[in-house]
Every structure is written in C-alpha cells, then in structure tokens.
C-alpha cells in the first residue's frame, strides 16, 4: 500500500484531487485514506447493505459544490505551528473543516484565509489583533475576541499529531524518530497507539 500511494502520488498533478470510494468491509481503509487526504480530496466507503447509487450520488453531489479550494490561512503576527491536517483539504459544500495546531506567545489575530472560489481568488478575515490568554498585569484583561483554549483542546491536538505520524509511518516505514514522538505524544497526552 505504501508503494501504491507513493506512485499515485507522483504520476497525479498538483491540482488533481483524487476522490477514493471503496465498497464493502473488505476494503484496504489507509491507502484509501491515504490517497485522499494527500491529494487533497477525500474517501467515502458503503457497507454492502447499503445503496450504493445513493451513496455515490451523496459523494457526487459533495464533490461538485466545492466553496473554497487550494485553502492557506495566515495567522498574521501568531507564531503558529504542528497544523493538523496537512495539506488543509478543500472545502465542500455541507462540509467543515477542523484545523488544530499550535502557537508560541500570545495570540494576535486577525486570522486571512485565502482560496478559490470557481475562477475568483478570495479573502476572508477574522478577528482583530487580540489575546486569549490571561494578562500578566494585575488590573488589566485582554481583549477576549477568541475563546480561551479549553484544557481537552491539547489532547485533540496530539490525537491529530499521532494520527500524521502513523499516516507517516505506514508510508515511509517505522522510523525511530516517528516511532519515539508517537510514543512521546502517547505518554504525555493518554493516547492509545500500536507503540
């Protein structure tokens, strides 16, 4: 499988987003996956009790209503970093997209998204430089424009890590230092993994 998507990967263009649809139980579910995620489309499966022309109609009807493509957020001044999915997939209509990472410091929007949008290149905007952190002064508080992170939003972080790392590893095989950072993000976060 690992020599399956790293073909598939090479012979495909850099716009070519590769929709994988597998049917049944029987189905090889990480190079589907993988195939999806890094070209930037996506998977579907139907169980064998299930309709499959409902199925790839639903998938069809996703795939030919894409709101945003080729999406890039800036986060201005934040020093962000470890952003999970990578490459950010494209958006669809009825769909969402959750992106976790980190950031060093304090928070400082404003946040620009920029995509494509049919033949028109657009740009979205949030927030206004802020905090969401504490302030160190006693007497003084910080605008409170994003939400102070919440203490499960770490560990949901690290999910989405050991998840690229394994991804990581299925394709360029078990390399220790993928292997020692899963097993490090495992420990310090409670996650369950093959290591």
């Known amino acids: 499988p690992a020599e399956i998507l790293l073909m598939v990967m090479a012979k495909r263009s850099n716009k070519t987003r590769i929709f994988a649809f597998g049917g049944g139980f029987d189905v090889n579910t990480p190079l589907l996956d993988g195939i999806g995620s890094k070209s930037r489309g996506r998977s ?24 945003l493509t080729d999406i ?15 490459p950010i997939p494209d958006l669809f209509q009825g769909d969402q997209i959750v992106l976790f990472g980190r950031y060093r410091g304090d928070f400082q929007g404003p946040i620009k998204v920029t995509g494509t949008a049919g033949p028109e290149k657009k740009q979205y905007v949030f927030g206004q430089e802020s905090t969401d952190r504490p302030s160190k002064k006693k007497g003084t508080s910080p605008k409170q424009e994003f939400v102070a992170p919440l203490e499960f939003l770490p560990k949901l972080w690290a999910t989405r890590k050991v998840g690229y790392l394994l991804e990581q590893i299925r394709v360029n095989g078990a390399q220790n230092e993928l292997k020692n950072e899963v097993i490090r993000l495992a420990k310090k976060f409670g996650l369950v993994t093959p290591y």
């Open 72 to 86: 890039k957020i800036d986060f201005g001044k934040t020093r962000s970093y470890d952003m999970y999915p990578t």
């Open 44 to 67: 579907d499966y139907v169980k064998p009790e299930e309709n499959l022309e409902t199925a790839v109609a639903a998938l069809y009807q996703r795939i030919s209503s894409p709101v």
